[in-house]
Nanobody, 124 residues
Framework: QRQLVESGGGLVPAGGSLRLSCAAS????????MGWFRQAPGKEREFVAA????????RYADSVKGRFTISRDYAKNTVYLQMTSLKPEDTAVYYC?????????????????WGQGTQVTVSS
């Protein structure tokens, strides 16, 4: 049973916005760093954003800084990725992931748990 389930992807014109959600279950949600990654066709998976267990610290890839915001809601066991000013180059499958770390890490290999992914397509 998959423990991370993403939703919220879709088709949006350039300059538009989307909010992705990641509902978590199973392992203690509030303990570990949660991250968002993306993979475009023909490209390697890349780090997008991450947030610590208490939400006090976040980190973003340079390519999304100032446009994307990661947040988490403990009551709903959910992590969000608010994406604004979307660009065609943001088109990718977006994945939610859970680490076993209390500190933010960007390496995908350090995140054992992954969701199934949600497609985001930005038209020009």
């Amino acid at each position: 049973q998959r423990q991370l389930v993403e939703s919220g992807g879709g088709l949006v014109p350039a300059g538009g916005s989307l909010r992705l959600s990641c509902a978590a279950s199973g392992r203690t949600f509030s303990t570990y760093v949660m991250g968002w990654f993306r993979q475009a066709p023909g490209k390697e998976r890349e780090f997008v954003a991450a947030i610590t267990w208490n939400g006090a610290s976040t980190r973003y890839a340079d390519s999304v800084k100032g446009r994307f915001t990661i947040s988490r809601d403990y009551a709903k066991n959910t992590v969000y990725l608010q994406m604004t000013s979307l660009k065609p180059e943001d088109t990718a499958v977006y994945y939610c992931a859970r680490s076993r770390s209390f500190e933010i890490i960007e390496a995908g290999a350090m995140y054992p748990d992954w969701g199934q992914g949600t497609q985001v397509t930005v038209s020009s």
